[in-house]
């Protein structure tokens, strides 16, 4: 998995890289950002591409992937 930097003790941050716009914002407790898969990491990131995106893109602590941005 990739780095996340920790915000607060539900807060993590996932940096800016590639075509992200903005970084991204993960929201959820250490356990379940340890559930975490690639494929969540993958579409944050792809949301984090959208044309007028401001400050972060932002994953609630029930992300999953869906077919929609894969």
């Not at 890289?17 to 379940?32: C, D, H, L, N, T």
């Not at 993958?42 to 995106?53: F, H, R």
Request: aromatic residues 6%.
């Amino acid at each position: 998995m990739a780095k996340l930097n920790k915000i607060s003790d539900v807060v993590w941050e996932y940096p800016k890289q590639g075509k992200m716009r903005v970084p991204a914002r993960i929201y959820g407790s250490e356990k379940i950002i340890k559930a975490i898969d690639d494929g969540v990491l993958n579409q944050i990131s792809n949301v984090a591409t959208l044309p007028g995106i401001v400050k972060h893109a932002m994953c609630m602590p029930d992300g999953h992937i869906s077919l929609s941005f894969c």
